[in-house]
């Protein structure tokens, strides 16, 4: 089981530049989690999806933020165009679609945006 | 609306002491509850969650937690602290068959030798 895997680790950039971040879940796993971590707000999940349906986007914070399942094995969130404030760690989770939920986070992103 | 309060911004303890980490949740059915920890730069890492049944849970690394509802609460113990345990720690409530979990904002633990 290679687990939650996300790249890349750290991204840098320039506000107003284009970030997209990635997620490759655990297989097998039908539900998939973007989540913010930030010192002042904590955890926050931005959206999930079963099945790679968008199921709750109401953690998005703005329609700079976009996320996509184009399939089981992958996901993408991206920033268009990204901000200081976009500037947090964002981690990807998978979890078995049935039973109660289970989240297996993958080590995160860390952006930076300048 | 679920809320996870965690009162203790930051705990400090000796090593070899016991460790209690308290979690309040609010939420109009019976939870699912969760601890997680994080060390520095990963990610969120499951300790143990509570279901139903028994409400002594048991996890990983000797932790335990206890399901209290009628304080609403999950606190979280263990009674020999390791150096290796100072990380920050978080509780989540989640429900029904969804997945999606709400987190506490962590108690960050920090073991003195």
């Known amino acids: 089981d290679a687990g939650v895997i996300q790249s890349p680790r750290h991204e840098v950039t320039e506000m107003g530049q284009e970030v997209t971040l990635r997620c490759k879940p655990i297989s097998g796993h039908n539900s998939l989690f973007w989540y913010r971590q930030t010192m002042m707000r904590g955890l926050e999940l931005l959206i999930y999806?079963?099945?790679?349906?968008?199921?709750?986007d109401s953690g998005m914070p703005e329609d700079r933020f976009s996320a996509k399942m184009p399939n089981a094995s992958f996901s993408t969130l991206k920033i268009q165009p990204s901000e200081p404030r976009d500037s947090a760690v964002y981690f990807c989770a998978s979890s078995p679609i049935t039973g109660p939920p289970a989240l297996h986070f993958g080590n995160g992103t860390r952006l930076t945006v300048t | 609306a679920q809320s996870v309060t965690q009162p203790d911004i930051h705990i400090t303890v000796s090593e070899g002491a016991s460790l209690e980490l308290r979690c309040n949740y609010s939420?109009?059915?019976?939870?699912?509850l969760f601890w997680y920890v994080q060390s520095p730069g990963q990610g969120l890492q499951l300790l143990l969650k509570?279901?139903?049944?028994?409400?002594l849970v048991q996890g990983i690394k000797g932790f335990e937690a206890e399901f209290k509802r009628s304080q609403s609460s999950f606190n979280l113990r263990k009674p020999s602290v390791h150096w290796s345990d100072a990380a920050e720690y978080f509780c989540a409530v989640g429900a029904g068959s969804q997945g999606n979990l709400i987190f506490g904002k962590g108690t960050k633990l920090s073991v003195k030798p």
């Open positions: 939420y109009g059915a019976t939870p699912y």
């Open positions: 509570y279901f139903s049944g028994d409400t």
């Open positions: 999806f079963n099945n790679n349906v968008p199921i709750d």
